[in-house]
């Protein structure tokens, strides 16, 4: 109860020293200068030139996302191994370490660092996505490793296996299905990550939507925001049926 009433109390004290003024939001003039600015959106441009920019920045994104996740995933994996505890504490702690540092960073700070190292366009993204997402794969890959049940990496030791062998024999096909599903649900995010990157140069839909809004061009940016919605539903959609196929492999 205590618990809840500070948390009521801080929730409060929030709004006060925000001063959030929620009549102002729902006013006639805020809701009529809302109205014309969403007005200006629409009809999108859908002219074929522009609809092939549009499918091409898409392409862009989605192999942002997907380059930067992969690279995650290897990276992650990497210092799983050491942040699970295999080779010794001062390693655990140090990859640990690591981990946190990696994804207390925002993506869209570390965009702006790999647009400063390696220029505008969609390298800065992938690095950018790769940096932040592998502390998050690797704190998730280093807990799914701790989990697991050690019965079979031991058995195959005592049988007189090497450590690489019993643990890409016993440990390894028991953690792959749980870090394959991380690492799709972590695509869905990075999908939407990789359009927001854009903004600081990083190319794809983001940087076209960023460069069209500046203009006052609202056809246009209606069109990327259209792609934006249907790239990552299209993902989305995808993205779950893996995961429901992968169910089998938890039970």
Do not use: C
């Amino acid at each position: 109860m205590l618990a809840g009433a500070a948390i009521l109390a801080a929730v409060v004290a929030s709004f006060f020293y925000l001063g959030i003024d929620f009549k102002a939001l729902v006013a006639r003039e805020s809701l009529a200068s809302m109205a014309r600015f969403v007005a200006e959106f629409f009809p999108p441009d859908l002219s074929s030139a522009f609809l092939a920019r549009t499918a091409w920045g898409a392409l862009q994104t989605l192999a942002v996302s997907a380059l930067g996740t992969l690279l995650a995933m290897l990276g992650g994996a990497a210092l799983a191994l050491p942040a699970s505890g295999r080779f010794g504490p001062a390693l655990r702690h140090a990859a640990r370490f690591l981990l946190n540092l990696l994804r207390s960073v925002p993506e869209l700070v570390w965009a702006a660092l790999m647009v400063l190292a390696a220029g505008l366009g969609p390298f800065a993204g992938v690095l950018a996505l790769a940096l932040h997402t592998s502390g998050v794969f690797g704190r998730l890959f280093g807990e799914t490793l701790e989990n697991l049940p050690q019965g079979p990496e031991r058995a195959l030791r005592e049988a007189g296996s090497g450590a690489v062998a019993a643990f890409s024999y016993g440990s390894l096909p028991l953690a792959w299905p749980q870090w394959l599903a991380y690492a799709l649900y972590r695509w869905e995010m990075n999908i939407r990550m990789a359009a927001v990157l854009g903004f600081v140069g990083a190319g794809g839909l983001g940087q076209m939507l960023y460069f069209h809004l500046s203009l006052f061009q609202q056809a246009q940016s209606a069109t990327v925001i259209g792609a934006m919605f249907l790239l990552v539903f299209a993902v989305d959609g995808a993205s779950a049926r893996l995961r429901r196929g992968l169910a089998p492999a938890f039970a």
